[in-house]
C-alpha cells in the first residue's frame, strides 16, 4: 500500500538548534516527494520538492530510496519556522497526493 | 486570477442540513482537489478530479459527500444531512496538467455542524 508515515506528532526545538522532521514512505516505484508548510494563519503552501534538490529557508530534504525516507532538516532553527510540516508522496504517472499526518514543529525562544 | 479561493469562509449550520462548498481553481489548472482537514488528523484526501471527471473518489467518507466540477473549472463539493463529525476544515487545491504536480491550496472553509 501505498503511505506517508511522519512519527512525530509534535517536535519541540531551541532557536539555533538542528531540526529533523521526519519522513518515510511505502511505495515500489519511483514516487515524487513533497514537503509542505502551514505557518499560523495562513493556507498550506509548497516549502520543497525533491526534483528540484534546492534549499529554501534553510530547510534541505535528501530522497533516501534504500531506506524511504524524506526527512526535512535544518541546521539552525528560527521561531519563524514554527509551523505543521506534512511531507507528500505523488507515484509516478499520477497527480494523486498522499499525505503524512503532519509535524507540529514549536521553536522556542 | 490571484490564487485558489474557497466560499465561504466559514459556515455554521444545524444537524441534518445539507451545505454546498464552493473552490474555483487558478484559471488553467485542470487537477482539483478536495480535503478534510480535522484537528489531530492531518490532511485527509477526499477526490480528486482531472478536467470534469474525478478518476480517484476513493476518499469521500460516505454517500452523503458527493463533488461535481463543471467547465473544468469551479468545484462544489456537497455535504447532505450533515453530522457533528463532518466538522472540519475542507480545504481545495489545484495543480496544472503538465509539469510540476506542485498543488495549490486554497484558504479552506470551516464547517461547523452544530
Known amino acids: 500500500a501505498q503511505r506517508v508515515t511522519q512519527p512525530e506528532k509534535l517536535l519541540s526545538v531551541f532557536k539555533g538548534a538542528p531540526v529533523e522532521l521526519k519522513c518515510n514512505y511505502s511505495y515500489s516505484g519511483s514516487p515524487e516527494l513533497f514537503w509542505y508548510v502551514q505557518y499560523s494563519r495562513q493556507r498550506l503552501q509548497l516549502l520543497l520538492r525533491h526534483i528540484s534538490r534546492e534549499s529554501i529557508k534553510g530547510f534541505t530534504a535528501d530522497l533516501n530510496k534504500g531506506e524511504t525516507s524524506f526527512h526535512l532538516k535544518k541546521p539552525f532553527a528560527q521561531e519563524e519556522d514554527s509551523a505543521m510540516y506534512y511531507c507528500a508522496l505523488v507515484p509516478s504517472g499520477t497527480y494523486k497526493y498522499i499525505f503524512g499526518t503532519g509535524t507540529r514543529l514549536k521553536v522556542l525562544a | 486570477g490571484a490564487g485558489v479561493s474557497q466560499s465561504p469562509s466559514n459556515k455554521v449550520t444545524e444537524k441534518g442540513k445539507d451545505v454546498e462548498l464552493r473552490c474555483d481553481p487558478i484559471s488553467g489548472h485542470t487537477a482539483l482537489y478536495w480535503y478534510r482537514q480535522s484537528l489531530g488528523q492531518g490532511l485527509e484526501f477526499l477526490i480528486y478530479?482531472?478536467?470534469?471527471?474525478?478518476?480517484?473518489k476513493s476518499g469521500l467518507p460516505s454517500d452523503r459527500f458527493s463533488a461535481e466540477r463543471t467547465g473544468g473549472s469551479v468545484s462544489t463539493l456537497t455535504i447532505q444531512r450533515t453530522q457533528q463529525e463532518d466538522s472540519a476544515v475542507y480545504l481545495c487545491a489545484s495543480s496544472a496538467a503538465t509539469g510540476s504536480r506542485t498543488q495549490y491550496f486554497g484558504p479552506g472553509t470551516r464547517l461547523t455542524v452544530l
Open positions: 478530479f482531472q478536467g470534469n471527471s474525478a478518476p480517484d
